[in-house]
């Protein structure tokens, strides 16, 4: 079971709506991840914070911003979408244990841009 | 940041071991490697983490040669139920980029 949380699980969204998805963990860990995963393809890296602040930025277009309130909540603000933005948004989070990085990844919020 | 190459896909039948390797020529000397199975509509899910040798767990077995340029998962005795895409990852620290490879498909057959 993961420990990491994604809300919703599903959204449908128009291309002229806002919207966010939402990541939370309590594992203590420092780093936290988006990525993006389109059928049958790998995961994309979008963004990483770490200790809360953006650290990688992937060159992704500013209708995707992303938010780290605190050290266990990470969002995903959505504005002005296109289709081909429809995809499974991963989240994920990290912390450095005696050497190794492993990453946890949530369940994922299937978005349908329409 | 190290690239992976994997197989695109594999076939096996239930019972038998499965072992699906790893490219990764460029390995850093910081950089850990992990492996991780994906279903579905799901998101990955961590197998085994090494560094060098072997390590084990009660799930699989990740094989590391000296050089450390390439990895071998090992499923021992797989079932229908572990048909999922497996990914190899490189990467090392605090913060770092873990960047996906294509991934195996695995496709386990009564």
């Known amino acids: 079971d993961t420990e990491v949380t994604q809300t919703p699980k599903h959204l449908v969204m128009g291309m002229t709506n806002k919207k966010s998805l939402k990541c939370e963990q309590h594992?203590?860990?420092?780093?936290m991840y988006w990525y993006k995963q389109k059928a049958k393809k790998p995961p994309e890296l979008m963004f990483v914070y770490s200790y809360e602040k953006l650290s990688i930025n992937e060159s992704v277009p500013s209708r995707f911003s992303p938010e780290c309130p605190n050290s266990s909540l990470l969002n995903l603000h959505l504005h002005a979408l296109q289709p081909e933005d429809s995809a499974l948004y991963l989240c994920?989070?990290?912390?450095?244990?005696?050497?190794?990085?492993?990453?946890?990844f949530g369940e994922g919020s299937w978005l349908t841009v329409v | 940041l190290a690239k992976t190459t994997q197989p695109i896909s594999m076939d096996s039948y239930e019972g038998q071991e499965v072992n699906i390797t790893c490219s990764h020529n460029?390995?850093?000397?910081?950089?850990?490697i992990t492996w991780y199975q994906q279903f579905p509509s799901q998101g990955p899910r961590f197998i085994i983490q090494g560094y060098k040798t072997k390590v084990t767990n009660e799930v699989a077995s990740l094989f590391i040669p000296a050089d450390r340029k390439s990895s071998t998962l090992s499923l021992p005795r797989v079932s229908l139920s572990d048909t999922a895409v497996y990914y190899c990852?490189?990467?090392?620290?605090?913060?770092?980029?873990?960047?996906f490879g294509s991934g195996t498909r695995l496709s386990v057959k009564p």
């Open positions: 994920a989070s990290s912390q450095r244990e005696g050497g190794g990085n492993t990453i946890y």
């Open positions: 460029n390995i850093a000397t910081n950089d850990y």
């Open positions: 990852l490189v990467g090392d620290a605090w913060g770092s980029t873990f960047i």
């Open positions: 594992m203590g860990h420092r780093a």
